[in-house]
């Protein structure tokens, strides 16, 4: 891991009562997250629940053709593995590294126990997992009822939330895969922000120019998911 690097990073870790954290603080095992990393396949039984510090990780549906779709993007403020501690121990879903980077794993038996045996931690995980169900949800209804530049805008936002500055490395045909969209729709919304000066794009590296822009053009999605999380995970530095 990099020197210095911190489970604090985590905005859920950094969210745990000072008795939990240390307990936790010696269960944590730092992981590197890979692009493309795999960190589980729908109806796999999980071992290990995962806490992104600097990576991202998308949760897609995938079809029985093949398309896949994000359903919800989990960063520095969440866990994946919500199925270990909420009973169902699988889910129908994928969950793959989209953003490379670094994170914390921990066993699926140790937050199983640590849900079931501290009530600070239940509430801490359930209020997350409600805030998880509200970004689903908001992006079911933005698939269906927004256009094309207003999910564009929504995911980048999204994605930058997730990230340290205004740079995201990501190519037409992997925004494209996970909006669920034709590549030349997005690359048309892409070059209407670009010559709308919002963003920059060259060789899969999109660069935010003028965030305050993208609100502006972004439909609503964004900020009510973004109010949920900040509602419901109250920043909290751990001791």
């Known amino acids: ?41 729908p109806g ?11 990576a991202i990780v998308s949760l897609q549906y995938l079809t029985e053709s093949g398309a896949t779709a994000e359903m919800a993007v989990v960063g520095r403020e969440g866990i994946v593995g919500i199925s270990q501690f909420m009973g169902g121990r699988t889910t129908p879903n994928r969950a793959v590294v989209r953003s490379a980077g670094e994170g914390y794993r921990l066993r699926s038996e140790a937050i199983r126990h640590e849900f079931n045996h501290s009530t600070p931690v239940m509430h801490l995980l359930l209020r997350y997992t409600q805030a998880l169900i509200t970004q689903m949800a908001q992006t079911a209804v933005c698939y269906r009822l927004h256009h094309l530049e207003q999910q564009l805008c929504r995911w980048l936002l999204m994605t930058q939330d997730c990230l340290d500055g205004n740079e ?9 895969q996970m909006l669920g969209v034709r590549r030349e729709g997005v690359t048309e919304a892409a070059h209407r922000l670009q010559e709308a000066g919002l963003i920059g794009y060259a060789r899969g590296h999109v660069r935010i120019l003028d965030r305050a822009g993208l609100l502006r053009r972004s439909c609503e999605c964004y900020d009510v998911v973004r109010k949920e999380y900040d509602r419901l995970l109250p920043d909290r530095e751990a001791t």
């Open 1 to 41: 891991m990099t020197p210095g690097s911190s489970p604090r990073l985590n905005r859920l870790l950094a969210a745990l009562p000072p008795e939990e954290w240390l307990r936790w603080l010696r269960q944590l095992e730092p992981v590197e997250l890979p692009l493309g990393k795999v960190l589980h396949e």
């Open 44 to 54: 796999v039984t999980l071992y290990h629940v995962h806490f992104p510090t600097s």
């Open 168 to 176: 995201i490395v990501a190519t037409q045909e992997l925004i494209a």
